[in-house]
Every structure is written in structure tokens, then in C-alpha cells.
């Protein structure tokens, strides 16, 4: 009991020493507006009415499709509806992509259906498909030792298996074989490119994402095949018999039609200094796979109803608080590169930035990107956070993530939230992206550091940038 | 440590009590046998590289599809080379089905792809699909109320989500609509049916299984959905609007064509009373999606594996220990009904009978379904069993699982065993039924089981009818 109400005591002492120490930024009142603040979102089921709404309403929604244009006018309409000031739309342009279907099977020396999904913006094979030897590669390292011409003919398969690590930091080095595997395989001859997904899951079920063709090097069609299949597929390679393989894929790049999205964007705008912006990012678009409920629904949910829960305070916090939901992201971040180009003059304006993009746990961690000078602030804002279980890491050098990435590249100062990935790219960019797999009570934690930080940033008149 | 000491000197003596009470069916060389046959099973690798084989070499095997020919080519080599000294098949007819795709999409009131499958068996809707307004049910009894011709010219959706347990028993309150649902709806002038999935994952896999058509009702085709389609679904059916649904099934129930499958049948013959029969039930066949490593790849591994170790010994036990690969479980029990017709006049002879076709966890309990004055033997065998971690349930009141089940029902004694059964339905009947799904160990301890069983009944003696 001693031992107890000693500690205690020395932790009630902690907690003053930091109150005094380091509650210079907001004010009495303002404190008790930002703890509020956070009471509400740990409390409000409204960000999970957005997403429930997004996926159910919109679901699937890749830059130009019909399902993208429909979740352009539901953003425009939520947002409306939830209290925003200003809302509207700035085009972002792109081209035509269509994902088809695939159809892939070993033939020799064992026959077996294989589910594989093509690897977003892949070329087809045509209708009749390609049938030809495999070569096997553990990792796309030991692809890129091949030697010239051994692959002609052939289809190359990359079988490296992504790592699980709570910080998502196995997709680092699973993902260049995605993005480039098909160009080496046909800078060495290969006729197709096959792959284990990038992803930590053990479902039947492909991960799509972006690939990048080298200029000057033949495109040719590029899958990935589901982690029970990559599994069967080493399996079959250990009986050391040539494996012979079919694939047809009747994907379509269309780089000559054009399509169109948008970035939406919303605020609520500032009492005092309406010019300056606090940036909440997410991206509207998602795969053509999956409802888009975790990539990004959360993270178009999130900031939604963090400015929502704002706007509803009697008055505006001193700066705007501005929400870009950006176009594209998925094939190649042309919502940010449009945005950039289109605010490149008020940049300056954007005090700091913040994305959601990644993850679907509770936020561990923050880490800010800021000027030295704003440190001090950064910590107060850490106090504010810690009843979250937000711990604070001091390293100074976050980025945004994703779209905000781009932006903040551009010198606007950046904030980083660490959500548990531990799960993330069992989801990731496949047909399982869906409603079920968000957790309602983590995304209220979610949405209350969101709330919390944008409070903080609007209302305390940082200089993030010194 | 007086306790426990204590504890330790009481254990000690309860253990050497049940050892002279009981101990009277095996001798102690033969209890040596059956405890080194114990060590050997969970010791050895063999059932998870049978399973590794059948998966790999063989994959799916629906009846009647070149899958099955090659598995049971395979189960007559793999039983040959584990020294069985009989090994033979016995045909078993069925007719064609073949599963086709399915198109599912909701159309109004917001437009979603539906990831859904073909019931086993369903006919198909014709090239030009359904199109129709779907009318929603929480549970198979709520369809059997509606009114006659309620359902005319419309798709009945029937949403009942099965229940999680170690058991497995919510699966007979969801099979329901599974098999009799279409027929229903039909009845009432529905023109296609769709139903939550009999599982209880969250993956984007329709849980196939077979459907049964009343006569003179009409075939309508049926698919189950996805769970997260379902969900989807009820969440689209909340906004309280009409909702308007596409279904194209390319099945194909070809009634007039002929196929075949074989009962495979392996032995290794009694020392003392060779027409006695100790039987290992497993089925070969697995749906035509995944690879069948879980139903019934464990099964065939488990029966296999533990006939060759005790094959290894070296006497043969004094009774047959005769594996049956049943042909055709998936569509109806196909193998079992043959089985029971070629085997009527020596089914007396058949001293027991066991099946493994449900869960893929530990064994956790054994029940017998013996005669009265067998029960001796079956606690003395639950002695052998206790190292293991199988409880002893002394209801005698079990049947063979599947196809054991009609075998046990012409009166052949039977044993069950319950593995743990927590997420096999998350797997049943889907894509995702493959060998990463299997625990290796788990596996072990399993085989371990049935090894363990199988030299009891075959050593002991026992009548287990009387």
C-alpha cells in the first residue's frame, strides 16, 4: 500500500512538472477544448458511419471508373453534410486501365489451377495466352543475376516471401518485385513475369499494386500469384522436373484513352489566420479489388470525422483545417503530383501535413518532421496525445506518408502516426479490403489522435517550419 | 513441495491403479508396442509428407474429374509403397457436373461486384444471366415462411451467419439452406437463391457443398456468397430500397453422363484373424476448389500413415487394419452407399470402423459407440490415449463421421474422435483448403491417435458388438 501510494505520488508530481513545464502552447480553456475533443472521437461511432457508408455506398473506386466517380460526389456530399466550410474538386487526369481476368495453370508436371491477379497497370497476353517453361527465382536479386538472354521464351517467378513486422517494414523489401520484376524478366527474354504477392496472408486471393515498365524494355504481362499457389508452385520446383505453365491475362492499357479523377478537398476555415493550412490527407481512390474499406477508407474516415468533430465546437480553431482526399494514389500518387502542381504557390501556406495510409491497429508511436525550434511544441502536443497511448519518438525526421509524402518533400513540415501493421498486408490491395476487417474501437483511438493533433495544430499557432 | 510431493505420491498411485484394473486386453509387450507406436507416430514426418504428396502431385479431386483419376492412381501407388499387402480399388458411378463461373453483381442501389460460388451441383442460369430483385431473409426459416409465390420472379437471399465453435456444431444450423434452400425458394416462384456462406471466416471465398433439389420442384440455380459479400449485402438491405441483382452461373448438371470414381481400398493383413477388419475411414475426393489438403487431405494422410507404422512392426497385428478412401463423400456419401452394397455380406466382419473428416486441430476427446460389455476395452484404450491428451467421453454413443457414419449405421461398431475444430470452417469447402492450413504438429498427435487405436483394435482382440 506504501509502495503504491508512493508511486503514485511521484507520478502525480511528473505530471504536474510536465503541465507546468510544457503547457505553454495552448491555454487553460484551449486544454480543455482539445481533452474534450478527444473525449468525443473516443466516443463517437461517426468515422465508422463514414466508412460503413464509403464501402457500402461507393465500395471499389480505381482513378476513372465508374466506381472512382461516384466516391468523388459522395466525398463532395459528405463532406457538405458534415459541416465543412468550402468543399470542391480539382481534376487529375490519367489514362485507361482495365484489370480483366486471369487465368493461370501449372500443366507439367502436375496440373493445378493457380489464382493470380494481374499486377495493377499490366499489359495482357492476348487471347490465347502464353504457354512456356518457369524459372524460378527466390528472390528478385538472384532475377537480376540472370544472365542475358537465359530467360528468353520463359516465365519468370520470383517466390520471396514478405516478412510480418508490426511496422509493415517487410513491404520495403518485397515490393521491388512488383514494381520492376516484369521489366528485368523481359530485359532478360522472359515472355511473362510471375510473383508471390507481397503480402503476409494465407489466402487464395492475389495482391495487386503498381507496376513500373522501364522505358525502351518490352512490356510484357505481369501477376501475382496468391501465397498458397507461390507455396505449391515451390513445392513443385522441388521435385526438380520442368514446370511448364499457362497464363492468360485480359488486362488492357489504354494509354491513349484518357480518363479523369479528382482530388476532393475540404475545410473548415480558420477564425484567425484562414490562409494557413493544416493538411489532413488520405486518398479517395483505391484498387479495383475489395471495398477500399482499410486502403484508404480509414484513413478518408479518420480525417473526415476529425474535422467533423472540430466543426462542431462553438467557434473555428485559428487556422484552417483542410482535408484532401487525393486522386490516383494507387497508380502512382497523381492526386499529390497534381496537387502540388496546382497549390505550388501556397505551399507555404500549409503549416504541416498528415496522412493516413498505412495500417489497422490502434497508434503506438508519433514522430514529427519539423523545424528544431517547434520541438518544444511537438512534446506539448505528445502530453496531449499520451492518454491515447500514443508514445512520442523524438527522431524529428518523419515524412508524411503516401500522398502527404510527395507534399511535404516540398518542405511543408510533416507529422507521422504509427498504427500496429502487423496484419495490414494480409489485406493489402487484395479482394479482402472489406468492412469486416475494420475494428471500430481502434479507429475511434484513430480518429481521436487525428482530432487531437488537428486541434492542436490549428489552434496553437505553431511555426513548424522554424 | 510437501504438496506437491504429496500430490506427485497420489498421481503415482491412481496411475498404477488404472494400470492393474484395467490393463487386461493388451499384454506388456504388446503395451510396450503400442506406446513405441505412440513415440513413432509423433516422432515421424510420414502423414505431413503424404499430405504434402497429394497435395502437390494431386491437388483437387473432384469425382468423376481428371483430378480424381490421378488421385486414385496416386493412393494405389503411395499405399503399395508403404508396404500395405493389398491394395485395390472398387468403382463407384456418378454423374457429370461442372462448376463454370459465376458473375454475381448488385446493380441497384449502388453497383458492387459479388463474390460468390456455385453450390455443388447447382444447374446454372443460361448464358444471359438472371436479373432480378432480391428479396431478404435472416434464416432459412424465414424463407420456409413466406408466403407461396411471394418469391415469383425474384432471387431469395437468405443471410444467416454461422456460428464459431470448437465443436463445429453450428454448422447443422447454417447446412440447412445450403442444401435445401433453392428447392424452397424455389417453390414459392423464386427464380434464383443466394446465401451467406456456411463458414465462419471473412475471407472474399464462397463456401461451396452440395445442394439437394426436391422433385418436382424446379432447379434454380444457387451460389453461396462471400461472408463480406453478405455482410455487404445486409448493409446495402438496411437503407431499406429496393435492391436489383445480376447472377450468371455457367454450371453445367449433365444428369445423362456418366462418370466414375473408385473406392481405394489398402490392407495390411491380420496375423491371427485376417477376416477381421479394423476400418480407417478418409475420402479421396475433395471439391473441385483448394487443394483438399484439410477435406479430406488429413484424413487420407492421418489413415495412411498410421497403417505404415504399425506395417513397420515386425508381426502383422492379429486382425486386418483395412484403409478405405471413400469415393465421392463431397456429392453425397457415393463411396460409403457403394461400399456398404459391395461389402453387405461381410460387413459382420468389420469389428469397428473409424473416419476422421472434420477439424484440423488436437484430438481432444474420444466416445465409443460399442456394445455394453466392450466398454472395459474402450476405457483401457483411453488409458493409451490420456499421454496424449485425449479425454475419454464415456457417452458410447458415436457413429463414424461421413462415410463411417453409413457404414456404422448397418450395425458396425464405431469410435469417434473430436479434434479441435475452432476454424475449419473457416477453410471448408473454399480455395483457401490448402496445405499451409496444416499444423504439422497437430498432425502428428493426430496420427499419433488414430495409430494408437488402430494396433488396439486390431491387437486386442475385442468384441467391441457385444
Redesign the interface.
Known sequence: MLKATFKSAVLCIAALSVFTAQAQYLNETEQQQINALEQTALNSTLAYQIE?SL??????RMIGT??DK?AIAWAVEKMNALGFDKVWTEEVGHYQWIRGDVEAKVLVP????I?AIALGESVGTGDKGIQAEVVHFNTMADLEAAKPGSLTGKIAFVSYRMQRFKTGKGYGKAVGARVNGASVAAEKGAVGFIMRSVGTD????GHTGVLRYKEQVKRIPAVALS??DA??MV??FK?NKPVEFFLKVTALRNEIVATKGANVIGEITGSELPEQIVALGAHLDSWDV??GAIDDGLGVSMVMAATAHIAKLAERPKRTIRVILFAGEEVGLLGAEQYIIDHKDNLKNHVIGVEWDFGLGKIYSMQSGVGEKALPAVAELATYLESLGVAYNKGNKARGQSDMGAVTDKGVPAMNFSPDGTTYFDIHH???D????VNAKDLQQNTAVYTVFAYFAAQAGVDFRK
Do not use: Q
Request: proline content about 3%; charged content about 35%.
Open positions: 460503413e464501402t457500402t455506398e461507393v465500395g471499389a465508374e466506381g461516384r502436375f496440373a493445378h489451377d489464382k494465407n489466402n487464395r486471393l501465397n498458397p507455396d505449391l513445392n513443385i521435385r475489395g471495398t487484395t479482394e479482402n472489406t468492412l469486416d476487417k
